[in-house]
């Protein structure tokens, strides 16, 4: 019975002190400033995409204090099949799709078949999703269908690649950056890219 006493107290002391500490806690990003992009915006991305073939285009890179977030819009046609070497993996980087409209097949997976380093003057790796992958195929993969309203998590180092696309697939990606690897954009940033594409 002692021993039984003992163990409650114990676990009592470690919670009352764990929400102790847990009170002292400060904010990870005191002072930022909150972003807000307009659909406007969005749907700007999203006409360029469709126009000009562009399939992935960061739209903000935000510091959120201990990591960042990027903002992407993603646009995809029709696929067949999926591209030679077309498997994606990002070191560092977890992505998370929000599809708006269209539908596609997706594998994912952690083991990738002859993986092959971007180069470091790639473009997504240095403004979209840092350093990474490009691999022949996935063993044992895991096969998801999305469509509009699906939302779709792929962590750092899992592998993913579009095998089919019926007509199309956009979406909105949240990058999440703990490790900084991307660089900051912001809206005069974004407003100077869009300009640049649509003259």
Same mark, same amino acid.
């Given at each position: 019975?002692?021993?039984?006493?003992?163990?409650?107290?114990?676990?009592?002391?470690?919670?009352?002190?764990?929400?102790?500490?847990?009170?002292?806690?400060?904010?990870?990003?005191?002072?930022?400033?909150?972003?807000?992009?307009?659909?406007?915006?969005?749907?700007?991305?999203? +006409?360029?995409?469709?126009?000009?073939?562009?399939?992935?285009?960061?739209?903000?890179?935000?510091?959120?204090?201990?990591?960042?977030?990027?903002? +992407?819009?993603?646009?995809?046609?029709?696929?067949?099949?999926?591209?030679?070497?077309?498997?994606?993996?990002?070191? /560092?980087?977890?992505?998370?799709?929000?599809?708006?409209?269209?539908?596609?097949?997706?594998?994912?997976?952690?083991?990738?078949?002859?993986?092959?380093?971007?180069?470091?003057?790639?473009?997504?790796?240095?403004?979209?999703?840092?350093?990474?992958?490009?691999?022949?195929?996935?063993?044992?993969?895991?096969?998801?269908? /999305?469509?509009?309203?699906?939302?779709?998590?792929?962590?750092?180092?899992?592998?993913?690649?579009?095998?089919?696309?019926?007509?199309?697939?956009?979406? /909105?990606?949240?990058?999440?950056?703990?490790?900084?690897?991307?660089?900051?954009?912001?809206?005069?940033?974004?407003?100077?890219? /869009?300009?640049?594409?649509?003259?």
């Amino acid at each position: 019975m002692r021993n039984v006493v003992v163990s409650v107290v114990v676990v009592v002391a470690a919670f009352v002190l764990g929400r102790a500490s847990a009170q002292d806690v400060q904010p990870s990003c005191p002072g930022c400033q909150v972003t807000h992009i307009p659909a406007t915006e969005v749907d700007r991305y999203a +006409a360029l995409g469709r126009a000009q073939g562009l399939v992935d285009q960061q739209v903000r890179s935000v510091d959120i204090g201990r990591a960042q977030v990027q903002i +992407a819009m993603a646009y995809r046609g029709a696929l067949d099949e999926p591209r030679p070497r077309s498997v994606a993996s990002h070191d /560092l980087v977890t992505e998370v799709y929000v599809v708006l409209s269209g539908s596609g097949t997706n594998r994912t997976g952690p083991d990738l078949v002859d993986p092959q380093r971007r180069p470091t003057d790639n473009r997504a790796v240095q403004f979209l999703n840092g350093p990474g992958n490009n691999s022949t195929d996935i063993r044992n993969p895991q096969t998801h269908e /999305l469509q509009a309203g699906d939302v779709f998590v792929i962590p750092a180092g899992t592998g993913h690649q579009f095998t089919k696309i019926d007509d199309h697939i956009s979406y /909105l990606m949240v990058r999440i950056d703990p490790d900084k690897v991307v660089p900051l954009m912001d809206q005069t940033a974004s407003e100077a890219y /869009l300009a640049e594409r649509t003259q």
